[in-house]
């Protein structure tokens, strides 16, 4: 199957390979691929979905993040210790000041560690629904006559799941998956 998707297909599979890796996400799922779809910015997918309000933010905030990233109280993820760091001659308020001057108040809060962890496979797998949206996203393909898989057929894939998380951010966008689908539709009319 994947011998038929586009570059820019590809480049989907990639992005939400590389934010489920980001996110210390042992599988990656639904909306990982939606956050791909986002990113790319294809016309078919990412068109659609900023339109809709529905960018790779939006996304990202509303994902699952593993266990080595979560914050809070008792996270069991790495957490930063001011007073260990002031001890070793850091000046971490000076460090976080300057930084929310330049780039905005909570601009370290969200600031991925991209760095691979040695011994850690590069690939998540794809849980079982992600399969089903690559599945769907083939019939896409077929029932319009398309020889490419494109990033929209990708989208509509992923829309047909009925999946909770995907459904969730459509609609906390103020848009609908039937609406969304029209839109994905038409630009994959318009790009034939």
């Known amino acids: 199957m994947f011998e038929r998707f586009t570059e820019s297909s590809r480049a989907v599979l990639v992005e939400a390979e590389d934010l489920a890796f980001e996110l210390r996400s042992g599988v990656l799922a639904p909306g990982h691929l939606l956050y791909g779809c986002a990113e790319v910015r294809h016309d078919t997918a990412g068109r659609p979905l900023r339109d809709a309000g529905i960018t790779g933010l939006v996304i990202r905030a509303a994902l699952p993040r593993g266990p080595e990233t979560a914050t809070g109280p008792g996270a069991s993820g790495p957490q930063i210790d001011p007073d260990a760091l002031r001890a ?38 794809f849980t079982p629904e992600a399969k ?61």
């Not at 909570?106 to 998540?124: I, Q, V, Y």
Request: charged content about 25%; overall charge positive; hydrophobic content about 40%.
């Open 132 to 192: 089903r949206a690559l599945e769907q996203a083939l019939r896409v393909t077929t029932e319009l006559h398309h020889r490419r898989i494109e990033p929209g057929h990708l989208l509509l894939g992923l829309l047909r799941l009925d999946d909770e998380l995907v459904t969730g951010i459509v609609e906390r966008a103020g848009s609908t998956v039937a609406g969304l689908s029209a839109t994905v539709l038409a630009q994959l009319a318009a790009a034939a």
């Open 88 to 125: 070793i001659g850091v000046d971490y308020d000076g460090i976080r000041a300057a930084t929310e001057r330049t780039f905005g108040a909570g601009a370290l809060d969200g600031a991925p560690d991209r760095r691979l962890p040695a011994g850690r496979p590069r690939k998540p797998r």
